[in-house]
């Protein structure tokens, strides 16, 4: 496995005493999405500006393309592109000036220069405004803007922090099949940050949960969901209430944190298809009716909850909530 | 080469704002107008002190022009502050571009700024009757010494807002600095009748530095001596000035 981006241990704290960065370490493999969740504050943006060397770690270390990031900067910088959350375009320059000042920052210049700046104005659409103060852009059109100036220079490894915050769906759908294409075609590697599930589970190839400066669990969003046992079964009962109902389904191998809520009958199954004959028959022994069984996944939504979240509910506060 | 096209390409940004902005170039022109008209005006009665030699507007030319220089330059540091919070700055650390280039591009639209300035003083005294003595060379000499003395200040100005990142604490050096500067040096009164402790002081104040250079250069029989010495010390302070801004971009990663 070819390792484009890793970090070990990096700490960092803030004055007075906020820790940002708690022992985080990664491991992204060159040419594909890893995906950075977590909610604000849990260290995802520092993370980029560590590896972006942007600032320094307080300890731990980390090599960006083979290079080690704290010992040798400059030579990091050349390899990689940011795209920061915040807007990095000159408001007062054109899309163009915005794109030849960065090209000659990355010591790209003349006819080549120009050659890049008229591809990446014409693959991101920004012929039409290449000319017009960046002021005057849409959001989705600044974040193009933002995108191209991180690609000018062709990097092999390219960091975007919340790259779609702020983006209407439609626009953000299309900045997802950028992304897509970047690391398929073009075999770049991609540290993405991201609150967004959706975003993480359709991009991402692998995933880090952040929490509180450190990485809580990591693995592809299918090993992260399978981590949670089992999955939710739904019944819907014909007469709400009914008596023994709760019981009768808890004496079913295999199924647990059994909750009634109204109509509604949820349960958990290591394994949900093969449990649902049962449960039925269960149900019917006691007589009662369900008019729809509905099996769910786990969703990422879970997965985040449970390794983020101080949202994170737990079902029996709700049922007892029930209950009362 | 690289480090050339890359301060050129900072400097730009600068000379595009003022070029496309009609209001920044109008008040740009009209303030050294002002200032010229304003304190011409105002100090006019000090040719009556006892002790006073010649014209008023020969002795007040290389003053105002001093005086503007440092101003300006002062507010230099503001684009670097407004960087910051918008998130261009990081995106320009983040790129390998030489970090003196940075500030050398700033210094070299703020220098800009201040030559053209510069200019409209010395056309303007010109028409209200000025002496250049030293003829176009003396005044060339003028217009340099503003511009060494316009580079220290604003790579001192950058220095500061890219490690205090507060436009509060920007206003608060230049606001605190313009006048004491000013006022401990011989821009508006000659040397004989100012306070002989001010007269020690203003020996150290790069401010008179340059008023005494200029004036001489422009205004009288030119000391090359003392141009020349003085043109050194500026240009001595204009770079170390600039080395401490490049130095406080480093400065500011660190405290991210």
Request: aromatic share 6%.
């Amino acid at each position: 496995m070819d390792v484009a981006v890793e970090a070990n241990d990096l700490r960092k704290t803030y004055d007075p005493a906020v820790t940002a960065l708690d022992g985080l370490s990664l491991s992204v493999e060159s040419a594909t999405i890893f995906g950075l969740l977590g909610p604000n504050g849990a260290g995802k943006s520092t993370t980029v500006r560590v590896l972006s060397t942007l600032c320094r770690p307080d300890s731990g270390s980390a090599r960006v393309a083979g290079i080690d990031v704290l010992a040798e900067p400059v030579r990091v910088r050349h390899a990689i592109g940011v795209v920061a959350q915040k807007h990095g375009a000159d408001p007062e320059a054109t899309g163009r000036e915005n794109l030849v000042l960065g090209g000659e920052f990355y010591g790209i210049t003349g006819r080549e220069l120009r050659q890049r700046v008229a591809q990446a104005l014409e693959r991101f659409g920004l012929v039409d405004a290449a000319d017009r103060k960046a002021r005057t852009y849409s959001g989705g059109m600044q974040r193009r803007l933002d995108i191209a100036m991180g690609l000018l220079h062709r990097p092999q490894v390219l960091f975007l922090d919340e790259p779609t915050t702020g983006l209407d769906p439609e626009a953000r759908v299309e900045m997802w099949r950028e992304i897509e294409r970047l690391a398929g075609e073009e075999r770049m590697t991609i540290l993405l940050t991201t609150h967004h599930l959706e975003e993480a589970d359709r991009l991402a190839s692998r995933l880090a949960i952040v929490d509180r400066g450190r990485v809580v669990a990591e693995g592809t969003p299918d090993q992260l969901k399978r981590e949670l046992d089992g999955d939710t079964i739904q019944i819907e009962l014909a007469d709400p209430e009914v008596a023994g109902a709760r019981v009768a389904l808890g004496r079913v191998a295999g199924v647990d944190d059994v909750q009634l809520d109204g109509r509604t009958l949820r349960a958990r199954a290591h394994d949900g298809s093969a449990a649902i004959p049962a449960v039925l028959a269960a149900l019917g022994a006691h007589g009662v009716t369900a008019t729809s069984v509905t099996l769910a996944r786990p969703s990422l939504d879970d997965v985040y909850l449970r390794h983020a979240g101080r949202a994170f509910r737990t079902p029996k506060t709700e049922l007892v909530e029930v209950a009362a | 080469m690289t480090a050339l096209r890359q301060t050129w390409q900072v400097a730009l940004r600068g000379v595009r704002v003022f070029v496309r902005n009609p209001a920044y170039l109008g008040m740009a022109l009209m303030q050294p107008i002002i200032w010229l008209l304003l304190f011409g005006a105002l100090f006019k009665a000090v040719t009556q002190i006892p002790g006073f030699d010649g014209s008023y507007i020969d002795f007040l030319t290389p003053g105002i022009v001093v005086m503007l220089a440092v101003s300006s330059a002062g507010w230099t540091g503001m684009a670097f502050i407004e960087d910051i919070q918008s998130g261009v700055m990081d995106r320009m650390l983040v790129a390998p571009v030489w970090r003196g280039a940075l500030n050398a591009g700033s210094v070299v639209y703020a220098v800009l700024t201040i030559v053209i300035q510069t200019v409209v003083i010395v056309l303007l005294a010109l028409a209200l009757g000025a002496d250049y003595v030293g003829g176009v060379g003396g005044v060339l000499v003028l217009i340099l010494v503003a511009a060494l003395l316009g580079a220290a200040f604003a790579s001192l100005s950058n220095a500061i807002a890219v490690l205090a990142r507060q436009r509060e604490a920007l206003i608060g050096a230049v606001t605190f600095a313009l006048l004491p500067l000013t006022f401990l040096s011989t821009a508006l009164m000659q040397q004989s009748l100012v306070p002989g402790w001010i007269g020690t002081v203003a020996k150290f104040n790069p401010v008179n530095w340059a008023v005494e250079a200029g004036r001489s250069a422009a205004m009288q029989e030119i000391d090359w001596g003392l141009v020349a010495g003085r043109v050194g010390l500026l240009a001595g302070l204009a770079l170390v000035c600039a080395m401490l801004a490049t130095r406080a971009f480093s400065a500011y990663q660190r405290s991210l």
